[in-house]
Each structure stands twice: as C-alpha cells, then as structure tokens.
C-alpha cells in the first residue's frame, strides 16, 4: 500500500522559516519525480517545487530564493525548507509522488503566515 504522508506544518510569524516532510513508503522512491504543491483558499492547486528523479529542480516564481526542495533516496523523503514566509504563503501544502502512469498525493499540512 503506497503513503504519502506530510508534516512539519504550522504557524509561523512572517519572515520565519518553516521544513515541511513527505515521507514515502510503499513505491520505488528513487524512481519518483517528488514534488510541493499548495491549495490557497479560493484558489487552484499550484505547484510549488518540484525535484526529478534525476535530481533537476524547479520552483514557481513566487518562491524562488526562499524555498528549497530536497531529497533523501535513502530516507524515501522529500523535504521543503522555506525561509522568510509570507502571508501569502498561507496554504494547505501537498506532497506528490509521480513516476509513469503512478501518480499519489498525500494529505496535505496547513501553514498559516500571520502575526
């Protein structure tokens, strides 16, 4: 059975930092293409960053030079480390595995950027 489970979410004053998780069980990780998605509300899910099997990397323009995704095969986790959150940052943030015809989603952690 595959999981995706994320974690790290909470609330953060802005300008703080905050690393989410998403930890893997139950597919071939290093296979996986792994990225970080968000759903504001009121809004479409967006993606955030993502990191290829291969390792290359992209961000979304809005989070480039303050969010950094990385990826631990070892550990079958993918992280996203952000730095001097925003207001607009608030969001439910989704992990996603995909690879092929294979695509899963976790849950999704809430992060709250507020005073």
């Known amino acids: 059975q595959v999981q995706v489970v994320e974690s790290g979410g909470g609330l953060v004053q802005p300008g703080g930092s905050l690393r989410l998780s998403c930890a893997t069980s139950?597919?071939?990780?290093?296979?996986?293409?792994m990225g970080w998605y968000r759903q504001a509300p009121g809004k479409q899910r967006e993606l955030v960053a993502r990191?290829?099997?291969?390792?290359?990397?992209n961000y979304s323009d809005s989070v480039k030079g303050r969010f950094t995704i990385s990826r631990d095969n070892t550990k079958n986790t993918v992280y996203l480390q952000m730095n001097s959150l925003k207001p607009e940052d608030t969001a439910v943030y989704y992990c996603?595995?995909?690879?092929?015809?294979?695509?899963?989603w976790g849950q999704g952690t809430q992060v709250t950027v507020s005073s």
């Open positions: 996603n595995a995909a690879y092929a015809n294979a695509d899963y």
């Open positions: 139950g597919i071939i990780f290093r296979l996986y293409h």
């Open positions: 990191i290829r099997n291969g390792g290359t990397i």
